[in-house]
């Protein structure tokens, strides 16, 4: 068996083994590592951190179109207030005297006022599919409809930069704080699945000292040995001057940079983790994080609720990431997506159904912020797709490929998105030219 396959698997996510309090990493993982970091750290380059909102989340409650009177028609009890001093906490964040944030994304705004966060409205799928299950499945595989496409996009993007190969990669190219790896990022490039940095072993609290490393190395040579007797030996001195390297990656004692205050759950850890990576200098270059929830069929709410607690993690989550990134973030785009949006009558559970057309946000010193990008369809009721949901004139792919075209580098898309004509004219200008 391929030695890689043993540590990574066929769906990419890491296999770990105990010896003792040390971790047992693989002599593949450890060995590229090395030479990764032979004569100091990965050059920093271009990085994505793609947030997935699974259980489709209401694009209308984030970004409240309060300039459509339709709007107010359709939701009498949860719709978000217009922006007015008289409104207070209860009133919408105004953008551009037509949407306005949900108060629960205040934390946004400042965000948005000096240019580095733009939202993409009635963005989505044109599958009409309202199964979570589906529709998550065709967005990260970059499709419509078509489920024979086993491999996610960010994957084929990351296989399709040509600049990457000349460089030194390392393990942590592609990493998802998730506990397997999502579909977005399976395919041919490894990605390391790691849900908690605390317990993935790199802390310095598990690396003890070097005479704990070598007492250990017998062991983990033996585990191994019937099927990479002739990898390892020779490398197993290697292996643990990378678990030393690799220090400095320290969860249990990281102090988020410029104040940065994240929410102690676990979207907030995911996100200060990812940080802590990127800043590490090891040659992150796609980082995935999801956070659920969304899924508001019963008592959503509107200023205060159960969409708004979940918004007032998910902003100061993000917020926190981009405050501890610092001038990072002029080479780093944040994200996000959800499967759907919400239909947009409230239903009588004072929720929302499934829907279509929904909201993206998009982050990073080299975003077009400042502006709602795309085309409005309008809620007049010949506006609605079938007659109930905002309908999507932006087909997410467009944004996909944009970014995955101009940030990350990536050629050919139309293999990163097959079946689809990446077409540049189609693109929303969300990254700076």
Not at 244 to 267: M, R
Request: proline share 5%; glycine share 12%; net charge neutral.
């Amino acid at each position: 068996m391929n030695l890689s396959r043993r540590i990574f698997l066929k769906r990419g996510a890491l296999a770990l083994a105990s010896i003792g309090t040390l971790p047992a990493w693989g002599p593949a993982f450890l060995r590229r590592t090395v030479m990764a970091t032979e004569g100091g750290a990965a050059s920093r380059g271009k990085v994505l951190i793609c947030i997935f909102q699974r259980g489709a989340a209401d694009g209308l409650s984030m970004v409240v179109p309060h300039g459509d009177p339709h709007y107010y028609e359709y939701r009498k009890e949860i719709a978000l207030e217009r922006p007015a001093q008289a409104a207070g906490p209860a009133g919408c964040l105004d953008l551009d005297g037509f949407f306005g944030l949900h108060p629960q994304l205040a934390p946004f705004l400042p965000l948005y006022k000096a240019g580095h966060l733009a939202v993409i409205d009635a963005c989505g799928s044109p599958s009409a599919s309202r199964s979570h299950f589906d529709a998550q499945d065709f967005m990260e595989s970059g499709v419509a409809d078509d489920k024979a496409v086993q491999t996610g996009w960010l994957n084929r993007a990351l296989g399709n930069c040509p600049e990457d190969r000349a460089k030194k990669q390392t393990p942590f190219r592609s990493v998802s704080m998730t506990a397997t790896t999502p579909r977005a990022l399976q395919g041919d490039v490894d990605t390391l699945a790691i849900p908690d940095l605390r317990s993935f072993g790199i802390g310095s609290s598990k690396l003890a000292n070097a005479a704990l490393a070598q007492s250990a190395a017998a062991g983990f040579e033996s585990m191994y040995d019937s099927a990479v007797h002739d990898v390892l030996h020779g490398a197993g001195k290697e292996s643990f001057e990378a678990l030393a390297l690799l220090k400095k990656i320290d969860p249990d004692h990281y102090t988020p940079a410029n104040g940065a205050v994240y929410p102690v759950a676990g979207f907030g850890r995911s996100l200060q983790q990812i940080a802590q990576l990127v800043k590490a200098d090891i040659g992150v270059e796609v980082a995935f994080a999801e956070c659920d929830g969304w899924d508001t069929h019963a008592n959503q709410g509107a200023a205060t609720g159960a969409l708004a607690g979940r918004l007032h993690d998910f902003s100061r989550a993000i917020s926190a990431l981009y405050q501890d990134l610092g001038d990072r973030m002029a080479d780093v785009v944040i994200l996000t997506m959800s499967e759907f949006g919400r239909a947009a009558r409230q239903n009588g559970n004072k929720g929302t159904d499934h829907g279509h057309g929904t909201c993206f946000f998009a982050l990073g010193g080299s975003i077009a912020g400042g502006k709602v990008h795309g085309e409005w369809p309008g809620l007049a009721p010949e506006q609605l797709f079938e007659q109930r949901d905002l309908a999507v004139t932006t087909d997410y792919r467009d944004i996909f490929a944009e970014v995955a075209g101009k940030h990350l580098g990536a050629a050919k898309l139309e293999q990163v998105f097959p079946g689809y004509s990446a077409d540049p004219r189609r693109w929303r200008g969300v990254l700076k030219a």
